[in-house]
């Protein structure tokens, strides 16, 4: 019987092949970025699950409140491991790590900057399960200074001999570590990757007792099974019992005190699996994703595979004239229902499983396209495996059967006595294929909304006055590795007439930074604790990045008292009470050990954007420093090209260790919006495939019409209807369904992206035009599909046309 079903599906299916490639060409695109968007959603949900013990690792955070800003902290203190484990049983063990931003390594004659190096405590392998490929996992790291390494830094610096007992040293902590074991890379979906896990014994702050001051990415084992929010809601014991006794020490307040001012601080717990996912939270080893777009990019592949099935049914549904006889006589000669539906399911099944063999083709020809634009890596192994096969087929099954099953029963329903006296209704339920092209278009326009939206709010990012200057400013990193040659280094770089000015700073207001919280009292009133952000910057930070002094004056040589002055921010201005009267007031800060420094205002600084436009603007405080780590260069030539080869010739006249290396500030700046541009690109590509996917449905239907109404046609024109009206009584009725879709799908996309769009302190807004814009191009792209055929039907001879009838 199948045999049969198939080959009559496939006469079925060549006989109209004109609507079977509509079909198939849907399917096919609509089936494709199903499969591309789960392979991203898979990706991201796998972050952390190369772990074995990953539903039982759970990581502690830092969060409270304070004037001045929220604490929301990745890592935590020094004494929280051992504490947690000592104090709480159900803590089975606790692994900590420690970042080391970008050490010099000496092996040999060979020395190399490594940004990818961290200390971690000696049982770190038995909790993250990154297999050894040389050496012990229970003893590599239980000895001091002693060090495990990737396979790339083993190439890196002992080529292809045997890594195991080779020294490499430290420069930073004038230390020799030895390589004890060797490991494969990292996987690349772990929330870190370091080519280096040096010895946490090697590091003498890893033992001390300072509850004051978090460097420390701290994980706890639970038992299998166990609820962490239970080890959570016991969490508030820590603080009561270690911070409270260091907190008046430290900061000159009690823990009661402290929280008498509205200021909370607390631990909190998150599960290692919802790292990458639900992280945002400052001092992150690496990037996070966001499941925001997990749901929205899974949302848009159901919707593209529900287009595309919408239009399989429509198409059916309105082609039912042709295939009405074929049920009646099939009836009469004693076919039931239950064979008709199996036949049309069969066709339908035909046609999608056609269409699923070139969705895998346009996946594996789209997949780099795709990498490219989501900024991910992933890899299309749906063939390689016998069990990928088998969800493909059943994937293909699904899609088939529910694209296939309301044609089939519809057409299978057909009484054979009213069909073959053609008394029957052709086409179908008309208001339920209406319907579903309202749906289509409803999609399609929410997604050009959406589109629209995201573009116009990373317009006004790149375009919104930030309080800075970004174009035209090199930052050269690294220059702590010239050592005392730095004032010679930037001596010469002001030598050069394309050069306007230079400024050493390692705190910058786009992209990675240096940032310390600040937390001092105002005037000496230590009955109100402020949180603010302080950078340490020379006296041509300000005129460097173009920054606007409102009140007061900026660091000077000339004054030596500048060492204990400070320039705060508008908002720090505000915060502390002083608004426009900020001149001659003093900030006092206490060190962990008590000692309290105190610097008076010099001048206030016009507020300028220093973090992302997600948040507001907060306290800032800069004091006078070395500025040891970077330089801030502003160029006054277009010669951009030209001035680096310059700048890096007079970086390696003075011998350092490491090459020169540069970032542009403006680029460091779009690199903070990478997730929008991303989301930006991913919704405009699908918004157009949508349109796309619902048009050739149109234009199916639009065929159809044509021809349902082929003796009309005639008879207007004989009557003397010209071109352009019958072109436009065959538009109207479709360019409707786009009116109501776009009455429904206003709303729906306003609330939707005026949502999205809270997530930032400073948008745009969602002008009306938006709107306006998204239902013309629809229109516009719905009339340009149907009047080739209605122009075709109209242009047709009407003898011809009353000659058929």
Same mark, same amino acid.
């Given at each position: 019987?199948?045999?049969?079903?198939?080959?009559?599906?496939?006469?079925?299916?060549?006989?109209?092949?004109?609507?079977?490639?509509?079909?198939?060409?849907?399917?096919?695109?609509? &089936?494709?970025?199903?499969?591309?968007?789960?392979?991203?959603?898979?990706?991201?949900?796998?972050?952390?699950?190369?772990?074995?013990?990953?539903?039982?690792?759970?990581?502690?955070? +830092?969060?409270?409140?304070?004037?001045?800003?929220?604490?929301?902290?990745?890592? #935590?203190?020094?004494?929280?491991?051992?504490? &947690?484990?000592?104090?709480?049983?159900? #803590?089975?063990?606790?692994?900590?790590?420690?970042?080391?931003?970008?050490?010099?390594?000496?092996?040999?004659?060979?020395?190399?900057?490594?940004?990818?190096?961290?200390?971690?405590?000696?049982?770190? $392998?038995?909790?993250?399960?990154?297999?050894?490929?040389?050496?012990?996992? *229970?003893?590599?790291?239980?000895?001091?200074?002693?060090?495990?390494?990737?396979?790339?830094?083993?190439?890196?610096? $002992?080529?292809?001999?045997?890594?195991?007992?080779?020294?490499?040293?430290?420069?930073?902590?004038?230390?020799?570590?030895?390589?004890?074991?060797?490991?494969?890379?990292?996987?690349?979906?772990?929330h870190f990757h370091f080519g280096l896990f040096a010895s946490m014994t090697s590091l003498p702050e890893a033992t001390a007792l300072n509850w004051m001051s978090s460097n420390?990415?701290?994980?706890?084992?639970?038992?299998?099974?166990?609820?962490? *929010?239970?080890?959570?809601?016991?969490?508030?014991?820590?603080?009561?019992?270690?911070?409270?006794?260091?907190?008046?020490? !430290?900061?000159?307040?009690?823990?009661?005190?402290?929280?008498?001012?509205?200021?909370?601080?607390?631990?909190?717990?998150?599960?290692?699996?919802?790292?990458?996912?639900?992280?945002?939270?400052?001092?992150?080893?690496?990037?996070?994703?966001?499941?925001?777009?997990?749901?929205?990019?899974?949302?848009?592949?159901?919707?593209?595979?529900?287009?595309?099935?919408?239009?399989?049914?429509?198409?059916?549904?309105?082609?039912?004239?042709?295939?009405?006889?074929?049920?009646?006589?099939?009836?009469?000669?004693?076919?039931?229902?239950?064979?008709?539906?199996?036949?049309?399911?069969?066709?339908?099944?035909?046609?999608?499983?056609?269409?699923?063999?070139?969705?895998?083709?346009?996946?594996?020809?789209?997949?780099?396209?795709?990498?490219?634009?989501?900024?991910?890596?992933?890899?299309?192994? =749906?063939? !390689?495996?016998?069990?990928?096969?088998?969800?493909?087929?059943?994937?293909?099954?699904?899609?088939? =059967?529910?694209?296939?099953?309301?044609?089939?029963?519809?057409?299978?329903?057909?009484?054979?006595?009213?069909?073959?006296?053609?008394?029957?209704?052709?086409?179908?339920? *008309?208001?339920?294929?209406?319907?579903?092209?309202?749906?289509?278009?409803?999609? %399609?326009?929410?997604?050009?909304?959406?589109?629209?939206?995201?573009?116009?709010?990373?317009?006004?990012?790149?375009?919104?006055?930030?309080?800075?200057?970004?174009?035209?400013?090199?930052?050269?990193?690294?220059?702590? &590795?010239?050592?005392?040659?730095?004032?010679?280094?930037?001596?010469?770089?002001?030598?050069?007439?394309?050069?306007?000015?230079?400024?050493?700073?390692?705190?910058?207001?786009?992209?990675?930074?240096?940032?310390?919280?600040?937390? #001092?009292?105002?005037?000496?009133?230590?009955?109100?604790?402020?949180?603010?952000l302080r950078y340490e910057v020379d006296e041509n930070y300000l005129p460097t990045l173009g920054m606007q002094v409102a009140s007061g004056r900026n660091f000077s040589a000339?004054?030596?008292?500048?060492?204990?002055?400070?320039?705060?921010?508008?908002? !720090?201005?505000? /915060?502390?009470?002083?608004?426009?009267?900020?001149?001659?007031?003093?900030?006092?800060?206490?060190?962990?050990?008590?000692?309290?420094?105190?610097?008076?205002?010099?001048?206030?600084?016009?507020?300028?954007?220093?973090?992302?436009?997600?948040?507001?603007?907060?306290?800032?405080?800069?004091?006078?420093?070395?500025?040891?780590?970077? /330089?801030?260069?502003?160029?006054?030539?277009?010669?951009?090209?030209?001035?680096?080869? %310059?700048?890096?010739?007079?970086?390696?006249?003075?011998?350092?260790?490491?090459?020169?290396?540069?970032? $542009?500030?403006?680029?460091?700046?779009?690199?903070?919006?990478?997730?929008?541009?991303?989301?930006?690109?991913?919704?405009?590509?699908? !918004?157009?495939?949508?349109?796309?996917?619902?048009?050739?449905?149109?234009?199916?239907?639009?065929?159809?019409?044509?021809?349902?109404?082929?003796?009309?046609?005639?008879?207007?024109?004989? =009557?003397?209807?010209?071109?352009?009206?019958?072109?436009? &009584?065959?538009?109207?009725?479709?360019?409707?369904?786009?009116?109501?879709?776009?009455?429904?799908?206003?709303?729906?996309?306003?609330?939707?992206?005026?949502?999205?769009?809270?997530? $930032?302190?400073?948008?745009?807004?969602? %002008?009306?035009?938006?709107?306006?814009?998204?239902?013309?191009?629809?229109?516009?792209?719905?009339?340009?599909?149907?009047? +080739?055929?209605?122009?075709?039907?109209?242009?047709?001879?009407?003898?011809?046309?009353?000659?058929?009838?």
């Amino acid at each position: 019987m199948f045999r049969n079903y198939l080959k009559i599906a496939l006469r079925t299916s060549w006989r109209n092949k004109g609507f079977s490639g509509i079909n198939i060409s849907g399917l096919a695109i609509g &089936m494709a970025t199903c499969l591309l968007i789960t392979l991203y959603v898979l990706n991201e949900l796998s972050y952390d699950r190369y772990n074995k013990m990953a539903d039982r690792i759970v990581r502690v955070v +830092f969060r409270g409140t304070v004037q001045g800003g929220e604490l929301r902290e990745a890592n #935590v203190m020094a004494p929280v491991a051992g504490a &947690m484990k000592r104090d709480f049983p159900e #803590v089975l063990d606790a692994t900590r790590i420690r970042s080391y931003g970008t050490p010099a390594i000496t092996y040999k004659e060979k020395t190399l900057r490594e940004d990818k190096l961290a200390f971690v405590d000696p049982n770190f $392998f038995r909790l993250f399960t990154l297999p050894l490929l040389q050496g012990d996992t *229970k003893t590599a790291l239980q000895q001091p200074n002693s060090v495990v390494i990737t396979r790339t830094v083993a190439q890196k610096y $002992f080529g292809q001999e045997n890594p195991l007992g080779k020294v490499i040293f430290l420069k930073e902590q004038n230390a020799s570590l030895k390589v004890t074991g060797l490991i494969d890379e990292v996987p690349a979906n772990s929330h870190f990757h370091f080519g280096l896990f040096a010895s946490m014994t090697s590091l003498p702050e890893a033992t001390a007792l300072n509850w004051m001051s978090s460097n420390f990415y701290t994980y706890l084992l639970l038992p299998e099974g166990y609820n962490y *929010k239970q080890l959570q809601s016991k969490l508030p014991q820590l603080v009561d019992k270690y911070i409270g006794p260091q907190m008046e020490g !430290a900061m000159g307040l009690t823990l009661a005190q402290y929280r008498q001012q509205g200021n909370q601080l607390g631990f909190y717990l998150q599960p290692l699996a919802a790292i990458h996912l639900q992280a945002g939270l400052t001092g992150d080893m690496e990037p996070y994703g966001d499941i925001r777009y997990v749901y929205i990019f899974s949302a848009v592949a159901v919707f593209m595979l529900l287009i595309a099935c919408i239009n399989f049914m429509n198409l059916s549904t309105a082609a039912a004239s042709k295939r009405a006889k074929e049920v009646g006589i099939r009836k009469v000669m004693g076919s039931l229902r239950g064979q008709l539906v199996g036949q049309f399911l069969a066709e339908s099944l035909l046609l999608t499983t056609v269409a699923l063999l070139l969705a895998i083709a346009l996946v594996y020809w789209a997949l780099p396209v795709f990498n490219h634009l989501a900024g991910v890596d992933l890899q299309a192994q =749906l063939t !390689a495996h016998p069990w990928v096969w088998a969800e493909l087929l059943l994937f293909g099954l699904l899609t088939g =059967l529910f694209a296939g099953s309301y044609p089939a029963f519809f057409l299978s329903a057909f009484k054979p006595i009213a069909v073959l006296k053609s008394k029957f209704s052709s086409g179908g339920n *008309k208001g339920l294929r209406n319907g579903l092209v309202v749906f289509q278009f409803f999609i %399609s326009i929410s997604l050009m909304v959406g589109t629209a939206v995201v573009y116009r709010q990373l317009y006004y990012i790149q375009h919104k006055k930030l309080g800075y200057e970004k174009e035209q400013v090199v930052v050269v990193q690294n220059t702590w &590795m010239l050592g005392p040659n730095q004032g010679a280094f930037r001596n010469e770089l002001l030598r050069d007439p394309r050069i306007a000015s230079v400024a050493a700073s390692d705190y910058l207001p786009a992209g990675p930074s240096n940032n310390n919280n600040f937390f #001092v009292f105002a005037d000496s009133n230590t009955a109100q604790l402020i949180k603010s952000l302080r950078y340490e910057v020379d006296e041509n930070y300000l005129p460097t990045l173009g920054m606007q002094v409102a009140s007061g004056r900026n660091f000077s040589a000339q004054f030596p008292t500048d060492s204990t002055g400070v320039i705060v921010n508008e908002t !720090a201005a505000r /915060m502390f009470g002083w608004n426009r009267q900020a001149l001659g007031h003093t900030i006092s800060h206490k060190e962990n050990d008590g000692t309290v420094h105190t610097y008076h205002v010099v001048g206030v600084v016009k507020d300028f954007h220093f973090r992302s436009l997600h948040e507001l603007i907060s306290p800032l405080v800069m004091t006078l420093g070395k500025g040891e780590g970077s /330089m801030i260069v502003k160029c006054g030539s277009a010669d951009v090209a030209g001035l680096l080869g %310059s700048m890096g010739n007079k970086w390696a006249s003075f011998g350092p260790e490491g090459p020169f290396s540069y970032s $542009f500030l403006d680029e460091r700046f779009q690199d903070t919006y990478k997730a929008e541009v991303v989301i930006g690109r991913i919704l405009g590509i699908f !918004a157009g495939l949508t349109i796309f996917v619902a048009c050739l449905g149109l234009f199916g239907l639009a065929t159809f019409t044509a021809e349902q109404r082929t003796k009309e046609i005639g008879i207007r024109k004989v =009557l003397g209807a010209s071109v352009p009206g019958i072109v436009s &009584m065959l538009s109207k009725d479709f360019l409707k369904l786009v009116l109501v879709a776009f009455v429904a799908a206003a709303p729906v996309a306003w609330m939707v992206m005026n949502r999205w769009l809270q997530d $930032f302190a400073y948008r745009t807004r969602i %002008s009306w035009w938006l709107f306006g814009l998204a239902a013309l191009v629809a229109s516009l792209l719905t009339f340009f599909t149907i009047s +080739f055929q209605s122009i075709r039907a109209a242009n047709a001879d009407p003898v011809d046309s009353l000659r058929n009838e």
